[in-house]
């Protein structure tokens, strides 16, 4: 009986599938949903980490931490004249009940010193802190090096470049 139970709630889709890229972490008001990492092209040591965060009651992400890397940090991009430019962020403010988008081209998280590559398929395990809501565990699912992420179908953007080539870190 429990096998048909759980067979019919897969079916309907009340279950999270592994690997599907849309699993929810919910601690303490905060929500981490479609959390996902771009896969390390040859031997490179730095990846990125998207997500989307929500809080009805607002709140600030202020560090994020991974076993997979040395140093992890919260960045932003600007832009100086006609230069796309990533920069660290102290933190990042979760307006009380709207959704935070960490995205490729925008607000992410990158890995770097990374102790081994990141591969396609796999997943990298995260630590958010938050000021309010305290340390959140997020797992994240490895996308292809040049993923755009589950709102483009996982593949880059026409014209777009992959990975971080194309940004200066400052």
Do not use: C
Not at 81 to 89: I, Y
């Amino acid at each position: 009986m429990r096998n048909a139970v759980f067979t019919i709630a897969l079916a309907l889709g009340m279950l999270p599938l592994a690997g599907a890229g849309a699993r929810a972490a919910d601690a303490n008001g905060v929500t981490i949903s479609h959390p996902w990492a771009r896969a390390t092209p040859g031997g490179s040591t730095i990846s990125a980490a998207f997500l989307e965060i929500k809080s009805e009651a607002g709140d600030k992400l202020v560090s994020a931490s991974s076993p997979v890397a040395g140093r992890v940090e919260v960045h932003t991009h600007i832009m100086e004249g006609d230069v796309m430019k990533m920069r660290r962020v102290d933190a990042l403010d979760i307006e009380p009940g709207k959704v935070r988008v960490l995205k490729p081209m925008g607000d992410h998280i990158m890995l770097m010193d990374l102790k081994e590559p990141l591969k396609e398929g796999g997943t990298v395990k995260m630590t958010l802190t938050f000021e309010k809501a305290g340390a959140v565990d997020v797992e994240a699912p490895v996308q292809a090096p040049g993923s755009m992420g589950h709102e483009m179908g996982g593949k880059p953007a026409d014209g777009a470049a992959s990975g971080h080539d194309a940004h200066k870190h400052q």
